[in-house]
């Protein structure tokens, strides 16, 4: 994995440069790379895949459980959430805008995320934002106080959408491995990070989602992108997740944890 | 799908999401054919072109559907690069860009439509949240001319700016003065309001106060 330059490099530019320009330059490959999240959330596994698919290394910085740091409140005061991507001192927040934003830095770096053609990008996109619009919020039901009906309200949106995801992956793969073709790009990143959600809640539930049968490309897929380089150690087990889920139920019954 | 060639928008008048691909491809110098959809009756091209949400606008680029209103922004902004730049160039720039449109998307809209469909302490709860979200837009503004900056009327502009139609039908559902709050957000709409692009695509606040009254006899609100 390529690191990132040293430091020595950082210091030479605050040495050198006066105050006021150095913050208004812009951020380049080099320089100082901090990630704010913790090991369960879906949104923060997206730039942590990208960084892998990059070969890019950045300082991972857990929040505490229950608590939001002051680094988390200063970096994002308009959400207060995780990821938060911070570059030279910079912020960038919104998972698929920090992914987009690496993408773009850097761009000489392992595969373009991104497909180049603006129709290709325009469709990536629409398939990102699809998982955000219908994927994401079905798992309430699941880390909070949440009635039988609520849930399988939620597992049935969960098989829709992912009906409709097996269908633009037999449309966008064209054959290939993922949604991007060869390599993992944007809308294998936007769902792949919701996989051990995904299979948590299988668990939760007692229901199967990555059915073989309803949808074997996505079934498939689902095993290459967890084996993949660019996953690896990101995608937590669902057991671990089934377990996290139990404390975001108690704190959630404390009401003293801000959502994700 | 190939099809006809040429720019082709399909849209409802009052959508603002839809105002957002009319105020861009205006700005732009795109030419484009306007169709107008029934919602009640979507036309075989729309729920062909956007099977899985079946929703307006869709742009349509040599028979080629792009969807979701901040999509086709940017599909716009690729394509048609040399005029009317709606992104920045710079990564952290465009960035920023994205996220506030991103809040714009999560919370105008959202809020607003409970101002005239909620009443009580329902009403009043999205009243003090929206005077929140117009003084958040305000900071971010500053003393910009624009959310692009002083020369860019740009991809945050073109995002929120359909909405300030809508704010006088906020204020007279809800009982608040946009202005009062957020003054500085107000004159960016009027400056809006100076760009051609914007005063030809925008309705008057009067006929979407209008337009929201016919909407909330359909939701039975008083």
New interface residues.
């Given amino acids: 994995m390529r690191n990132a330059l040293p430091s020595f490099s950082h210091f030479l530019w605050t040495s050198s440069i006066p105050e006021s320009s150095h913050k208004n330059r812009a951020m380049a490959a080099g320089d100082e790379l901090k990630l704010i999240g913790n090991w369960a959330s879906s949104f923060v596994a997206r730039p942590r895949i990208a960084f892998n698919l990059k070969g890019i290394q950045y300082e991972f910085l857990q929040e505490e459980f229950g608590k939001k740091s002051d680094l988390l409140l200063k970096s994002n005061p308009v959400h207060k959430k995780i990821p938060v991507l911070i570059h030279g001192g910079k912020p960038v927040c919104e998972s698929l805008v920090i992914v987009e934003y690496i993408d773009q830095i850097w761009s000489s770096s392992g595969p373009s995320i991104l497909p180049t053609d603006p129709y290709d990008r325009a469709v990536a996109r629409f398939w990102a934002a699809y998982v955000d619009d219908k994927l994401t919020l079905q798992f309430r039901p699941f880390i909070r106080e949440a009635d039988e009906a609520a849930k399988a309200q939620a597992i049935e949106q969960m098989v829709a959408a992912l009906q409709h995801l097996e269908e633009a992956f037999e449309k966008c793969s064209k054959g290939k491995s993922f949604f991007a073709g060869d390599s993992i790009g944007f809308v294998d990143i936007a769902l792949g990070s919701l996989i051990g959600w995904l299979r948590a809640v299988e668990v939760l539930a007692g229901v199967k989602l990555f059915d073989e049968e309803r949808i074997p490309g996505l079934a498939k897929w689902a095993e290459r992108f967890c084996s993949s380089d660019a996953a690896m150690g990101i995608i937590p087990e669902p057991a671990e997740l089934v377990e996290f889920s139990k404390a975001l139920r108690d704190a959630f019954r404390s009401a003293a944890l801000p959502s994700n | 799908m190939a099809g006809e060639k040429g720019v082709v928008l399909l849209d409802v008048w009052v959508s603002p999401f839809g105002q957002r691909c009319r105020i861009a491809l205006a700005e732009k110098g795109i030419e484009y054919e306007y169709r107008e959809e029934n919602l009640a009756e979507k036309s075989e091209l729309l729920v062909k072109s956007n099977p899985?949400n079946k929703k307006i606008p869709v742009l349509l680029?040599d028979g080629?559907p792009?969807?979701?209103s901040l999509?086709?922004l940017?599909?716009i902004d690729?394509?048609w690069p040399h005029k009317a730049p709606l992104l920045p160039s710079?990564?952290?720039a465009?960035?920023?860009a994205?996220?506030w449109a991103?809040?714009v998307d999560k919370k105008v809209y959202e809020c607003g439509t409970r101002l005239w469909k909620l009443k009580g302490v329902l009403q009043q709860e999205a009243k003090e949240e929206f005077i929140e979200i117009a003084k958040?837009l305000e900071a971010e503004l500053g003393d910009k001319k624009y959310f692009g900056g002083d020369s860019c009327f740009g991809f945050v502009d073109v995002a929120l700016v359909p909405f300030t139609s809508w704010f006088y039908s906020y204020e007279a559902n809800a009982g608040f003065s946009i202005e009062a709050e957020a003054p500085k957000l107000v004159a960016w709409a009027k400056r809006c309001k100076q760009r051609e692009s914007v005063a030809k695509t925008l309705y008057d606040p009067e006929k979407v106060h209008e337009f929201v009254g016919i909407l909330k006899k359909k939701y039975g609100v008083e």
């Fill in positions: 899985v680029h080629k792009v969807c979701e999509i086709i940017q599909y690729e394509v710079d990564p952290y465009r960035a920023q994205r996220f991103d809040y958040t």
